[in-house]
């Protein structure tokens, strides 16, 4: 082969990261395998573009287990994992949050004995200036460390606003009350400018009226930040209503995928979760 | 009071300052002493066999040791930190500990530092020890405005959010790795250019410097201080330090009973211990706290913070 500063098609090819849009997440045969039990198996789907994705099934069924495999807190012993078409499975978790996928946690996981604030601001790491360089600009109040100081201050309080917990800004987090904590988590979440969004479970400890808020909340988040999100949840009439499409999860199998309605009346479904509601 | 004490206090809270930073990120590490006696055994090296002059030492080159010192225990912390900080809480505090050990090890058995006996005669710069005050307090100070910035930037955050969860700042995008080892780094950074001034503070370094006793003490500086703030360290590094030399100022004191002059006098590591003790069970969270020092210089401090972090958000918000 003669020699030559061009890349060849090969080069060239390898190198384009192949970005798809549409295909935010796309799971393929995730498998995870804790000793004998497996914990989820051979689970394929795919999330859309804009969607709002139900992840549904009864109590051990590897819901939480597969968001962990989603985000990287724990390894798949088998299958890929694609966001926006680059593979990134067996990457680390803060990676993978860089790259835009954020997350909340079934048992609220916040920075417990910091302010509210702070708990927001953490979760800018990402969008300032960092590295050894950063922490010497930063120390000294260099460029561009107070403006980026500014920004991230400015940015946290926007998004505490919009959870309404501005007031309480500089309140430990550990003293908010348990809706409180799950809204402060979803503003942690979105402070990192995901493209896709992970909610664990949102609704749990919720009153019936902040339920009937949450609908509307998430279906304006996904409008306001156009993020598209990913969502666990066991109150099934709030999952009929807010999802766009259902996977329904069984002993670690996807059972059944689709619209609300055909999800609904799926006799698989029924058999193993709907059937106690009704 | 005399400026040795004076520097001996100065020199703790600095070393106790070594064990905060690393603990900032959760950290709990031990190796501060292995990394003081490394830059100790570097400055001695240095000034006794290559920055050989007549007449006083320069205070330059004093500088340029303890420059040297810090690089050289921050390549070393990198190197180390990397595979020990993978573990946690108590495994990574006995790892620490081995490591002090080992170093010991070398430095007793190794011929550039001088074995058993170790170095001695390490040059003056100045004609009395006062004048080390000179170099120590600007340093005590230059390191408590950096853990001061630090606990106010993204990377303080960053640390502040991998002690709280681990798990929950990684998926914040933040690397454990990364900002750990940087934590253990600068503590060892601070470590190794404090033992480099302490060579020349006490004339002689040989492998009592950094031992598992003094683990135990600068620990006991950062707990009985209180390790929510830096502010803890520095007050428990000087408080314990002082403290004998205020029991034996005591005993010194006439009119005292013969035996309780004399307890006072010889029974100090009891008094230490007792203080301990009752320092754990009466102020589990050290003497100083975020809290107290809210109360004590709080309302001005916490309005100024207020007006800071709101006044931007409204800019922004007309601007949007």
């Known amino acids: 082969m003669p020699p030559t500063w061009e890349m060849t098609e090969e080069e ?12 935010v997440l796309d799971v393929r045969h995730m498998t995870r395998q804790f000793g004998g039990l497996l914990a989820v198996s051979n689970v394929s789907f795919v999330v859309e573009k804009g969607e709002i994705f139900g992840l549904i099934g009864p109590n051990g069924a590897g819901k939480t287990t597969l968001f962990n495999l989603i985000t990287g807190l724990i390894q798949p012993t088998s299958g890929q994992l694609y966001f926006r078409g680059e593979e990134y499975t067996g990457q680390r978790p803060h990676y993978i949050a860089q790259k835009g996928i954020a997350r909340t946690f079934q048992n609220i996981r916040l920075f417990g004995s910091l302010s509210a604030l702070e708990n927001v601001k953490i979760a800018r790491h990402t969008h300032t200036f960092g590295g050894i360089f950063g922490l010497i600009a930063g120390v000294l109040n260099l460029p561009p460390a107070p403006e980026d100081e500014r920004k991230t201050t400015a940015r946290a309080m926007e998004l505490l606003e919009m959870v309404g917990l501005a007031e309480r800004a500089h309140v430990q987090a550990r003293n908010f009350a348990y809706g409180d904590q799950r809204r402060l988590e979803i503003a942690r979440a979105l402070a990192l400018e995901p493209r896709l969004l992970l909610l664990d479970e949102p609704a749990a400890g919720m009153n019936a009226q902040e339920k ?58 029924i058999e193993a979760y709907l059937g106690d509601e009704g | 009071m005399n400026s040795f004490l004076l520097i001996s206090m100065i020199l703790a809270a600095m070393l106790a300052l070594s064990l905060y930073l690393p603990l900032m990120a959760g950290q709990l590490s031990l190796a501060s002493p292995g990394f003081y006696a490394l830059g100790g055994y570097i400055a001695a090296v240095m000034s006794t066999k290559y920055f050989v002059v007549t007449g006083p030492f320069p205070v330059l080159y004093l500088l340029a040791e303890m420059a040297a010192a810090g690089a050289a225990c921050g390549v070393l912390a990198l190197v180390v930190g990397i595979p020990a900080l993978r573990l946690r809480g108590i495994y990574l505090a006995l790892a620490t500990i081995a490591f002090v050990e080992i170093l ?29 005050l000179w170099i120590a307090i600007p340093l005590l100070l230059l390191s ?15 640390f502040a959010a991998i002690r709280e969860d681990e798990l929950a700042a990684a998926a914040m995008g933040i690397s454990p790795t990364f900002n750990k080892v940087l934590a253990f780094m600068l503590g060892a950074i601070l470590a190794g250019v404090v033992g480099a001034l302490s060579a020349h503070v006490l ?31 520095v007050v428990g590094g000087m408080a314990l330090t002082a403290l004998p030399e205020l029991l034996r ?35 589990p969270q050290g003497m100083v706290t975020p ?6 210089f709080g309302r001005r401090l916490r309005r100024a913070e207020q007006v800071a972090s709101t006044q931007p958000v409204d800019h922004g918000a007309q601007r949007r």
């Open chain 2, 144 to 158: 408590m405005g950096f853990i001061y910035r630090l606990e106010r930037i993204r990377t303080g955050r960053a």
């Open chain 2, 249 to 283: 100022a005591l005993a010194d004191v006439g009119g005292l009973p013969v035996w309780l002059a004399e307890f006072l006098r010889n029974g100090r590591l009891i008094i230490f211990g007792v203080l301990i003790a009752l320092g754990t069970v009466f102020f």
């Open chain 2, 203 to 233: 004339n002689t370094w040989n492998a009592r410097q950094g031992t598992f006793d003094s683990s135990i003490n600068y620990l006991a500086y950062v707990l009985i201080g209180g390790s929510r703030t830096f502010v803890g360290p």
């Open chain 2, 291 to 296: 809290e107290l020092l809210a109360r004590l």
């Open chain 2, 104 to 132: 010991r090890v070398l430095s007793l058995n190794l011929e550039i530092t001088g074995g058993a006996v170790g170095i001695f005669g390490i040059p003056q710069p100045f004609s009395d020890r006062g004048s080390y």
């Open chain 1, 12 to 23: 060239i090819r390898a190198r384009r990261v192949p970005v798809d849009e549409q295909r």
């Open chain 1, 212 to 269: 009937q808020g949450l609908s509307d909340f998430i279906r304006m988040l996904r409008d306001k930040f156009s993020i598209t999100i990913l969502l666990i949840e066991h109150h099934v009439p709030l999952v009929m209503g807010l999802c766009d499409r259902i996977a329904v999860l069984d002993f670690g199998q996807l059972i059944a995928l689709g619209d609300p309605r055909r999800v609904q009346h799926d006799p698989a479904v």
